[in-house]
């Protein structure tokens, strides 16, 4: 399990020790030791809320850097509707694409077309009516890791395609070749991206074996470039077959964006990972069963509010939504004929099952398991109950469970190591007034002068 | 409850206890929850986990519903998890009508909150291998659903 990815990691000089991530942590993956947070990596899901809940930003991403350029010949970016959202109104997308080219890709493919793709095979797909309700959305990698560590039963409810990265990866690199003769291993597909939990996906992709999405980008690391290029090309005339994505397939960035694109039956849109663990404790328990389908999104407004954003979610959705309706009524690039061709060739169908990571239990044995469970219990009821966070767990019950798996000790407790403390001066004071027999204690004189008192 | 034979006892087992008042409608799906977390943590497999789930928050419901206050035991030993509520209330005056499917004697004002649809016995039967239910009209319910759960192999 040690060798399980995440993208989420600490930086260790900029850590003070404090406790505002492992209680902000939907999976209690958290822990402060040693005066450093330390994330338990198989519990991770990349959601990123420590990120922003980080007061001294010591919570980082690992992302990859654009040095990975160089390892392929063709290099195709990927950016998501996301990543519109972070340029003034005024701009186009045709320009956005094509400086791309200028700072070192040769190639540019959107992935809002390959949104619109997933839009209509899954529309296709709830035609059927051959699934469970609701069809929970593919999308959010962060989503699907917190279903496989705590909503395992509902796995099988997820939406059988791949991701529109995914998608945009596999038809860009095939287009590549088709055009322009390029080998396919010469060929890297870069996602452009404010997303943690993607880098996680491509690593360890989830219903598929390999991702042929290459590397993923912090957006941060080509934003200042391709501004530049905004500016100095201005007025130059664009090549304007790069944009081929309509308003429908960009509108994906922010919540309810693949609702509306899906455009299908009665659709659910919850965003933020707290909403989200508390909207599939219900359908867990079978509500909400006329809904015909869920997207969620870890990130409180959609994606736009991913943990690398600069900007504020409200304010992105704003913006995006700019290029959304400014490019709503376009011609889309793909017929429906197209589409349906995707769909029935199965390309885009996901070819592994997602299976449940059940780390959150105590013992495989359940006999050894409700020993261990009884201990928890007992230990749990000892402490006191405040939840403070002082022990570095986010709860005193979390502190019972690292009691239970060797990882602390009860007087990591502040209240419990008082405790001991007062038995054990106690203890030292009670010794400390016993004297040897042979001496005359100074309470046995005293009793001996009130004696001597009273036989006067 | 009594345990009548003495074997049960040197086994392991865990309790789980939930006081439930009338009215209280957010305690039936804190304590689905935290069932769920802790047989997650037990190791039960997911369907197991979700069917005890769905049971102990559809019988906690009724007694919301029907009950004035009433008491949610969840007790779980490797072989089996055993769910029983009891409740001081208006018992249940025709059990057969109530196993049936859309048929429900709450009120207007619970099912103005989306409650009520006749679905909490059903759903309990479906997803329990074994249910017993004593009523006694006026005096109240108790209800023992069993899930018997299979070996990991």
Same mark, same amino acid.
């Given at each position: 399990m040690s060798s399980y990815f995440h993208s989420i990691t600490l930086d260790y000089e900029k850590c003070m020790g404090c406790t505002n991530c492992i209680k902000r942590c939907p999976t209690e993956a958290i822990r402060v030791h040693d005066g450093k947070a330390h994330i338990i990596g198989e519990r991770c899901i990349d959601c990123g809320d420590c990120i922003r809940v980080c007061p001294y930003n010591a919570k980082i991403a690992v992302t990859d850097t654009l040095d990975k350029l160089s390892e392929f010949k063709y290099k195709i970016a990927l950016p998501g509707p996301t990543f519109y959202a972070q340029f003034k109104e005024e701009e186009s997308v045709e320009n956005i694409l094509d400086a791309f080219l200028n700072i070192g890709f040769d190639d540019v493919f959107e992935v809002a077309l390959a949104e619109e793709v997933v839009s209509f095979m899954t529309r296709h797909y709830l035609s059927t009516n051959k699934y469970k309700k609701p069809l929970i959305s593919s999308y959010c990698p962060a989503v699907l890791r917190l279903m496989q560590i705590?909503?395992?039963?509902?796995?099988?409810?997820?939406?059988?395609f791949m991701t529109p990265r995914e998608i945009a990866a596999r038809i860009a690199k095939e287009e590549a070749v088709k055009r322009k003769g390029i080998p396919y291993e010469d060929i890297g597909a870069f996602a452009i991206s404010l997303c943690p939990a993607k880098v996680t996906e491509m690593t360890?992709?989830?219903?598929?074996?390999?991702?042929?999405? /290459?590397g993923v980008i912090n957006m941060s690391l080509v934003y200042k470039d391709i501004l530049k290029q905004l500016a100095k090309n201005h007025k130059k005339e664009k090549n304007k077959n790069l944009q081929k994505a309509t308003g429908l397939g960009m509108s994906w960035g922010y919540i309810t964006g693949e609702a509306k694109a899906l455009n299908y039956g009665s659709i659910l849109a919850v965003c933020g990972i707290h909403n989200v663990v508390s909207l599939l404790e219900e359908i867990e328990r079978g509500e909400l069963r006329d809904v015909d389908f869920l997207e969620l999104r870890a990130c409180t407004g959609g994606c736009v509010g991913g943990p690398l954003s600069i900007q504020n979610p409200f304010v992105g959705r704003v913006k995006l939504k700019y290029f959304v309706e400014k490019y709503r009524a376009k011609t889309p690039y793909y017929q429906e004929k197209d589409m349906l061709d995707f769909y029935q060739q199965g390309r885009f169908f996901s070819t592994e099952p997602i299976l449940p990571?059940?780390?959150?239990?105590? /013992?495989?044995d359940v006999s050894k398991a409700l020993l261990k469970m009884e201990r928890l219990d007992k230990i749990t009821n000892e402490?006191?109950?405040?939840?403070?966070g002082a022990c570095g767990a986010p709860s005193c019950r979390a502190l019972a469970e690292d009691v239970i798996r060797g990882?602390?000790?009860?007087?990591?407790c502040i209240f419990k190591l008082r405790e001991r403390v007062q038995t054990l001066a106690e203890e030292v004071l009670d010794l400390a007034r016993k004297m040897p027999p042979a001496m005359v204690s100074n309470s046995s004189k005293a009793k001996g002068k009130k004696k001597e008192k009273v036989n006067e | 409850m009594n345990h009548p034979d003495k074997e049960a006892d040197s086994k392991p087992q865990f309790k789980l206890e939930f006081k439930i008042g009338e009215k209280d409608f957010s305690v039936a799906g804190e304590a689905a929850s935290k069932v769920k977390k802790t047989l997650q943590q037990l190791g039960l497999r997911p369907e197991e986990v979700r069917n005890i789930a769905i049971i102990v928050y559809e019988a906690v419901m009724n007694v919301i519903i029907h009950a004035t206050h009433g008491e949610l035991e969840v007790i779980i030993v490797p072989e089996k998890v055993v769910v029983l509520t009891e409740d001081t209330g208006m018992g249940i005056p025709d059990l057969e009508m109530a196993m049936k499917e859309g048929y429900s004697t709450a009120t207007h004002e619970v099912r103005e909150m989306g409650f009520g649809a006749g679905m909490g016995l059903p759903n309990i039967k479906q997803c329990s291998h074994k249910l017993n239910i004593k009523s006694q009209v006026g005096v109240g319910t108790v209800l023992e659903a069993i899930v018997y759960l299979s070996s990991k192999d």
């Open positions: 705590k909503f395992p039963d509902l796995l099988s409810q997820v939406s059988p360890q992709p989830t219903g598929i074996k390999n991702s042929a999405v /290459d990571r059940p780390v959150m239990m105590l /013992d495989e402490l006191p109950g405040l939840d403070c990882l602390a000790v009860d007087t990591d | -």
